[in-house]
């Protein structure tokens, strides 16, 4: 028993367990090696091993649900809601990000200009996604944007590498309510999503950066005594090319009877279907 715990802990185990039929059997240990490699990562979380970003795909949408307070004692909208993110392309070396206030050529802030009115959609979401405001561009390796390089506006004819969904919300006073964003990389890179902006009643734009606190440092002795907290990932995302999403279901058949004896076969219906931008 000792040794094959230890085992476990170096890598994920080989299945123990096949059914008769060969396509099932190919199914069973698909599933069941990604479930065995999501543990195994988790052991691996938990042992303060290196951690990384989930990995996702272009053109595939990234919801973030957050909450937002009003303690102010009237009436107030919010215009324009958005994420504010940005993303890293290595085969480019330019980061694309919202973060900053920045103002066109003319003079005028960019969320005013007269910019690109071009929409997307995709496959597996009925919203409308649009250009964030602000958008901007810098070098990589700039590890101070906002001192050591000016960030530069996107003219309309560049695309960008990521675009958000935008909606409006109304408060009350002292009242909270909880808003649901979207946002979809279209370029593969480092994706981090940094806060939300919004137009306050319309005249002036606010944006709050999200503090979420990292996991509890559990490799040594001194990390756990002062409970040290390592770098959040919960908004970091791994972009690679466009993947396939397989979803599957499975329904009895109609023939079938509800309640089976011991020993008894029924039928099952397995849909297999492909949701994402690649063939499977």
């Known amino acids: 028993e000792l040794s094959s715990h230890n085992a476990n802990d170096d890598g994920p185990a080989p299945p123990s367990a096949r059914s008769g039929d060969q396509q099932i059997d190919t199914l069973i240990e698909e599933i069941d090696r990604e479930e ?30 957050f ?11 919010m215009m324009d809601v958005q994420l504010v993110a940005s993303l890293a392309c290595p085969r480019t070396g330019m980061l694309h990000t919202n973060e900053f206030p920045v103002s066109s050529d003319n003079g005028s ?18 919203d409308e ?21 000016t960030p530069s506006t996107i003219d309309d004819k560049s695309g960008p590498y990521f675009v958000v969904t935008k909606s409006s919300v109304k408060m009350g006073p002292n009242s909270d309510e ?13 994706l981090r999503i940094l806060g939300v902006r919004f137009h306050l009643l319309g005249e002036v734009w606010i944006y709050h950066r999200f503090d979420i606190s990292g996991p509890l ?11 040290v907290r390592g770098q959040s990932l919960l908004l970091r995302s791994k972009v690679e090319q466009e993947m396939p999403s ?16 011991q020993g008894q076969t029924s039928r099952w219906k397995l849909t297999l279907s492909n ?5 499977a």
Request: hydrophobic content about 30%; aromatic content about 4%; charged content about 30%.
């Open 36 to 65: 065995r490699e999501a543990e195994y990562r988790e052991r691996q979380k938990r042992k303060g091993a290196v951690r990384a970003p989930d990995v996702r795909a272009t053109s595939e949408p990234l919801s973030v649900t």
């Open 67 to 77: 909450s937002l307070g009003n303690p102010l004692g009237l009436d107030i909208e």
């Open 109 to 126: 802030d960019d969320a005013s200009a007269a910019g690109e009115k071009r929409s997307w959609t995709f496959h597996g979401s009925d």
């Open 129 to 149: 996604f649009m250009r964030p405001e602000f958008m901007s561009q810098l070098p990589v390796d700039s590890h101070s944007p906002s001192e050591v390089h």
């Open 178 to 190: 909880t808003a649901s964003l979207k946002i979809c990389p279209l370029r593969e890179g480092d």
């Open 217 to 227: 440092l559990q490799d040594s002795r001194l990390n756990r005594s002062k409970r």
């Open 246 to 261: 397989l979803k599957v279901t499975m329904t009895p058949d109609e023939s079938s009877q509800s309640t089976v004896l």
């Open 275 to 279: 949701v994402g931008h690649a063939p």
